[in-house]
């Protein structure tokens, strides 16, 4: 199954980048993880869309225009040997002979890469008892709007997370509590949905949209505001989500239980809602 390195589709050990790659040396460079079910892309405009607004705040032009990429992801979907699949894309300014921070002349082609991996699902056993998760300072930087691949604060936040057993680390700044480290987060209390809004301090997640979607769908309480360190812990529910883990109970928080220490029934509810809207929208 091939991967695609700048327009070509080759082997995986044969497509190379140059160690001068400004991705490998700065971390210059963005990235989508796309889901896809039963060979279907999930939400695929919605990932263009948001690839296409981090090349903007990078200031960098897109290699591809979203029809080039529709057509490199249908690819890798058709060639890869698995039904669901996760298709990575990544994007950099691409290498230059010499090293400065400054953007590269013109002259100077990116690097734009896409490859395809099976979705690695929750198991259903998992799912049922929900995961552990700790909280840590945000040390991220200012644009975490941006899906770049300088992730080296949410790679330390994951790592705490693991090395503690737990799933995630919730990232606390200024006392409120913003994202996951590779995760939006959610809270339920007494009934009511509560997500915090898009701002700079946040990344705009496409499973985040799809659940505030589907709880407008069914008139369900939503507030869409921020949420402090304080009311975190003291959440009925607190869900994580992303295009991989979907929607995922968080059960324990620093060692405490959040609410009776079980996924609680309003996030059953919305993970249903979610498979429901994942088989409706992909069998059209
Ligand atoms: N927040 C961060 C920091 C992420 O890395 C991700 C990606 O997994 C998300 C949120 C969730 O975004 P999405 O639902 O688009 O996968």
Redesign the pocket.
């Known amino acids: 199954d091939p991967v695609y390195l700048n327009g070509r589709f080759l082997p995986l050990a044969e497509a190379g980048i140059s160690p001068l790659d400004r991705g490998f040396l700065y971390g210059d460079g963005v990235y989508e993880?796309i889901p896809v079910y039963s060979r279907r892309a999930f939400r695929i405009d919605e990932h263009l869309q948001r690839l296409q607004a981090t090349l903007d705040g990078i200031q960098m032009a897109n290699p591809l225009s979203a029809e080039a990429w529709q057509a490199v992801v249908l690819k890798l979907i058709e060639t890869a040997p698995w039904d669901d699949q996760s298709i990575y894309l990544q994007v950099t300014r691409g290498a230059d002979d010499k090293r400065d921070h400054a953007f590269p002349p013109a002259s100077v082609p990116p690097t734009a890469f896409a490859f395809s991996s099976p979705l690695v699902t929750t198991p259903a056993a998992v799912r049922a008892k929900g995961v552990a998760a700790i909280t840590v300072p945000d040390l991220r930087w200012s644009r975490?709007d941006l899906k770049v691949v300088s992730l080296l604060a949410?790679v330390l936040a994951r790592q705490q997370a693991v090395a503690q057993g737990c799933a995630e680390a919730l990232l606390i700044r200024d006392g409120l509590m913003k994202?996951?480290?590779?995760?939006?987060i959610f809270i339920v209390k007494d009934g009511v949905l509560i997500a915090p809004p898009k701002t700079h301090l946040?990344?705009p997640?496409?499973?985040?949209d799809v659940i505030l979607e589907l709880a407008t769908a069914h008139q369900q309480p939503l507030a869409v505001r921020e949420i402090t360190e304080t009311e975190l812990r003291a959440a009925d529910e607190v869900w994580m989500?992303?295009?991989?883990k979907e929607i995922l109970a968080i059960t324990t928080l620093d060692g405490n239980p959040i609410g009776n220490g079980r996924p609680g029934p309003y996030g059953e509810q919305m993970w249903q809602w979610y498979q429901d809207f994942k088989n409706t929208v992909m069998r059209k």
């Not at 997640?205 to 985040?208: K, L, S």
């Not at 989500?241 to 991989?244: A, K, L, M, P």
């Open positions: 993880v975490c949410n994202e996951g480290a590779a995760s939006n946040m990344l997640g496409i499973t985040y989500t992303s295009s991989t």
